[in-house]
């Protein structure tokens, strides 16, 4: 409809003009055409340029600078020679804050491991970023919006085949910490999504959380397991199979095995949970 009537508006416009040039050449004149003298604006002619706090400003120091890598890749080829093999790569979104070239930043929750008496260790990755692109736009800085890829100093081995997929990148000391077990206020959906029903039939209803029954939890690109360990009314306490960098606050997605594939039934809410104590850089 609305490319009519712009075809409708310039058509006029370009025989009132056509007309007017016509009786001009000819010796006549015509009378003033009522068709409009231009077409009408539709977008405005300059979107305002988002504006950034620069480096230093005290409202950047307030603001903590990561981003959630999505993918991450060894860029070298086999066969390369020592002094041709470059860092680890990895690629995301930033979520607040800015990256520079030749900025110092940690990845977490980092090398996860086990120790003598089973219980979870981590250590955070603490490398340098050695250049910022966008597509093949090679950038100074970068801000939230869009996918940006981030050349790290890291072993490559550390990012091949979306090994830093779920992890944290951001500045020293300005990541979320780490958690091992949560508390979650969730809500179940009514029905089940996604699963074929017979003909005249309703969707299954989602059933309520029950104790040691393991779930799959989505939060932002990170995908872990999780055992309930107690429900009370809209909480729940969830054990993690394996550590996850997050904060209060933060959304998360509960899905269920039904009939062999995970199934999402509800979403929920951060409320706390138990930390893992991270290990400080070695100066």
């Known amino acids: ?14 025989s009132g003009e056509q007309g007017e040039r016509h009786g001009r050449d000819h010796g006549t004149e015509r009378a003033p055409s009522l068709s409009l003298t231009r077409p009408p604006t539709l977008f405005p002619p300059r979107t305002p340029r988002p504006t950034h706090p620069p480096k230093n400003t005290p409202a950047q120091t307030k603001t903590k600078h990561f981003a959630r890598p999505n993918s991450s890749f060894d860029v070298n080829k086999p066969g390369s020679e020592v002094g041709e093999l470059r860092g680890g790569v990895a690629g995301g979104s930033i979520l607040q804050g800015v990256l520079r070239l030749g900025q110092e930043v940690e990845v977490r929750p980092g090398i996860v491991s086990k120790d003598a008496g089973g219980r979870i260790a981590c250590a955070p990755i603490f490398t340098r970023i050695v250049s910022l692109f966008a597509e093949s736009n090679a950038l100074q800085y970068a801000v939230p919006g869009g996918l940006i890829g981030v050349g790290l100093t ?3 081995t550390l ?11 951001g500045a020293v000391g300005e990541l979320p910490d780490v958690y091992s077990e949560l508390e979650v206020n969730f809500f179940l959906l009514r029905r089940l999504l996604g699963v074929r029903s017979k003909e005249g039939e309703k969707a299954g209803k989602v059933g309520k959380l029950a ?4 779930l799959m939890l989505n939060i932002g690109s990170m995908c872990t397991g999780a055992r309930v360990l107690a429900v009370k009314g809209d909480l729940a306490k969830l054990q993690l199979t394996s550590p996850v960098c997050t904060k209060e606050g933060e959304k998360v997605a509960l899905s269920r095995r039904v009939d062999k594939h995970w199934r999402l039934i509800g979403w929920g809410q951060i409320q706390k949970g138990a930390t893992i104590a991270m290990p400080k850089r070695e100066m």
């Open 154 to 156: 890291v072993d490559p």
């Open 211 to 214: 104790k040691s029954e393991v």
């Open 1 to 14: 409809m609305l490319l009519v009537v712009c075809g409708i508006v310039f058509g006029s416009f370009c």
């Open 159 to 169: 990012t091949r085949a979306d090994r830093l997929v779920g992890q944290v990148l």
